[in-house]
């Protein structure tokens, strides 16, 4: 069976900087695949690539079987692959409800439809409080949340989350991990990158991992965590032997 998305020998340079260097993987549909690797890794750089802001300079990208390298973010969003971005930037002086609905029109013209879709992602990402608060005035957490439920209205098949686990707090942190397992039950098909091994480990189909723009693992968390070169690279022994205690 076809995967979902398809990234095939994805090559990114800047200048002489290598930050993708012939990358390949495949996202399943219905599942959640994280993509993890230490600071200048190329994460960003691969979103950016499959999502239409960067266009790569070898290699192809294909969505539901259909080759989409180069093409432009708003063409990419509209095949229904959304990403979020790392640095959160929601409309600031509009209202939470309205950011929602900016997301809504996608997909709907009229806006008693984009309204309903708007209020079922306000609720389900557990916006109900912050309705008409400033966007603008929420705390970075909540700022998030907030751009997380303005992808989801754009109703996406393939959901592109760019750190939003980053900064969070421990009970805001199990939040998210319920938000993303509850996205998922709807069929949404998941591509996280994320720092955060302790959150990813029990919400990731597979885990990529990237080090210095290459591939170096790909598999299951349980897998990936206990991978030498994994180890080196990026989680250390310590975090290792924690893990393996958590689970023992
Ligand atoms: N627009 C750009 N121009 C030049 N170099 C860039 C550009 N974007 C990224 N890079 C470089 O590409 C490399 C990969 O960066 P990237 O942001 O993709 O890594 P990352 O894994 O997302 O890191 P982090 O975890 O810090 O977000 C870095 O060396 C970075 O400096």
């Given at each position: 069976m076809m995967a979902l998305l398809e990234v095939r020998d994805l090559t990114m340079k800047f200048g002489s900087l290598?930050?993708?260097?012939?990358v390949s993987f495949d996202v399943e549909e219905g599942t959640i695949v994280g993509l993890i690797g230490p600071n200048g890794a190329g994460k960003t750089t691969l979103f950016n690539c499959i999502s239409g802001v960067y266009k790569p300079t070898s290699g192809k990208i294909f969505y539901d079987g259909v080759d989409?390298?180069?093409?432009p973010p708003h063409k990419v969003a509209r095949l229904g692959a959304v990403r979020t971005f790392q640095i959160v930037r929601p409309?600031?002086?509009?209202s939470v409800i309205d950011n929602i609905l900016v997301g809504a029109f996608l997909r709907n013209a009229s806006i008693d439809a984009a309204l309903d879709v708007a209020e079922a992602c306000l609720k389900m990402c557990h916006l109900e409080d912050h309705r008409?608060?400033?966007?603008?005035?929420?705390?970075i957490g909540l700022k998030k949340r907030l751009e997380l439920a303005r992808a989801l209205a754009t109703q996406p098949r393939l959901l592109m989350l760019d750190?939003?686990?980053?900064?969070?707090t421990g009970t805001e942190l199990k939040e998210a991990v319920d938000l993303l397992r509850n996205i998922k039950t709807k069929g949404v098909t998941l591509l996280v990158v994320e720092h955060i091994m302790e959150a990813l480990m029990p919400l990731a189909d597979k885990v990529v991992v990237l080090d210095g723009g290459v591939k170096i693992a790909e598999g299951p968390p349980s897998e990936v965590v206990q991978n030498e070169r994994v180890i080196a690279a990026y989680l250390g022994e310590k975090f290792s032997n924690r893990l393996r205690e958590m689970k023992a």
């Open positions: 290598v930050a993708n260097n012939d989409i390298t180069k093409w409309l600031n002086d509009m008409n608060k400033r966007a603008g005035s929420l705390t750190e939003v686990m980053a900064g969070l």
